[in-house]
């Protein structure tokens, strides 16, 4: 008798299981190109859930070439540490007038991470007619805080000093990141003229006209920043109480003034790594200021949200109308 109900259990277990993945999937179904914030979850674990069990479609993070988009990979835009850096380039096949471009800056709490994490952004936005990038950076376990900054800063200089071959508009420039990808993006939009470093093209100006923002750190010096082992190591080991000026000098929002480049910030209810507070702050000063900025606060999603497929294309669409009205109008 006990095995038989152990099996009625197992079944009904099942059907309960299946149930719920059809629930998932359809609750959340992907519209591509949709403004419309996809449906949150009540916890963050639910959506990795339903990753799981294949119930919410996620990113393909190595999407074929679309048709009239080119590439080029392993393009070496200048050194850290005596070594070449690179990046990956999308350009639309067929460009009769300089572009605009976007470089995205690749996450991973700045000690891990990949370029080509971003392929999914560069190729879509290749597709819509603008020069995208992508590119590595030092970690902090190879160098900490300010290379990072240095060697992103020497990427958007890499662009504007190619901008004529490129097909670029050097007066269009953006960029985009997420998770510590937004925090040097910001940096980059923020604080002209800090830490430039030496990677290469001197004396070409680092200056972008937007800043997108993907959940990412805005203010390092909070409670639940210092209390960040993986802030303190990016910071080269150093303490909030060793050292509150570095701190302070490594958060964007000690650099924001009017004036700043028009800001879009995308960041989600349920984020447990940086915590949505972050992007409270950032879009009160931004208001403050005067700097013109879109927050879209994403009831019911967690930190990397945009691994999951509706999350994306949402993403790509709302990123889409931010930059079609602050570098094509």
Same mark, same amino acid.
């Given at each position: 008798m006990n095995r038989w109900l152990r099996r009625i259990g197992t079944v009904l277990a099942g059907i309960g299981a299946v149930a719920a993945a059809?629930? &998932?999937?359809?609750?959340?179904?992907?519209? /591509? *190109?949709?403004? =419309?914030?996809?449906?949150?979850?009540? !916890?963050? @674990?639910l959506?990795?859930?339903?990753?799981?069990?294949?119930?919410?479609? %996620?990113?393909d993070m190595r999407p074929p070439l679309p048709d009239g988009v %080119? =590439?080029? #990979?392993n393009v070496v835009y200048g050194t850290g540490g005596g070594r070449p850096l690179h990046l990956d380039l999308c350009s639309p096949a067929k460009i009769d007038r300089p572009a605009p471009a976007v470089l995205f800056i690749h996450g991973g709490a700045w000690r891990t991470g990949k370029r080509q994490d971003y392929r999914v952004y560069t190729t879509h936005f290749a597709k819509l007619g603008y020069v995208t990038a992508t590119a590595s950076y030092r970690l902090f376990r190879e160098a900490p805080y300010p290379a990072a900054v240095q060697d992103v800063k020497c990427a958007v200089r890499w662009l504007r000093a190619n901008a004529a071959r490129l097909h670029i508009d050097p007066e269009r420039i953006a960029v985009a990141g997420g998770s510590a990808g937004g925090h040097l993006s910001m940096l980059v939009g923020y604080a002209p003229g800090l830490h430039e470093g030496d990677g290469g093209h001197a004396g070409v100006s680092s200056k972008v006209s937007a800043v997108v923002d +993907?959940? *990412? /750190?805005? $203010? &390092? #010096? !909070?409670?639940?920043? @210092?209390?960040?082992?993986?802030?303190? $190591?990016? &910071? *080269?080991?150093?303490?909030? $109480?060793?050292?509150?000026?570095?701190?302070? =000098?490594?958060?964007? &929002? !000690?650099?924001? @003034?009017? *004036?700043?480049? /028009? !800001?879009? +910030?995308l960041h989600g209810t349920l984020d447990d790594v940086v915590p949505i507070g972050q992007s409270d702050l950032l879009a009160a000063r931004l208001k403050e200021l005067g700097v013109p900025a879109e927050y879209e606060r994403i009831d019911g999603w967690p930190h990397v949200m945009d691994a999951s497929l509706p999350v994306n294309e949402y993403f790509k669409a709302r990123i889409a109308r931010f930059l079609e009205d602050r570098l094509r109008r």
């Open positions: 059809g629930w &998932l999937y359809l609750h959340r179904a992907v519209h /591509p *190109g949709s403004l =419309e914030h996809p449906r949150g979850f009540p !916890t963050a @674990r959506p990795i859930l339903a990753a799981a069990v294949r119930a919410m479609p %996620v990113i %080119v =590439e080029q #990979t +993907i959940y *990412g /750190p805005a $203010d &390092l #010096t !909070t409670p639940v920043g @210092r209390k960040a082992a993986v802030v303190q $190591d990016f &910071l *080269g080991g150093k303490s909030y $109480d060793e050292a509150p000026a570095l701190w302070h =000098e490594a958060s964007p &929002l !000690t650099h924001l @003034r009017a *004036g700043a480049p /028009p !800001t879009l +910030i």
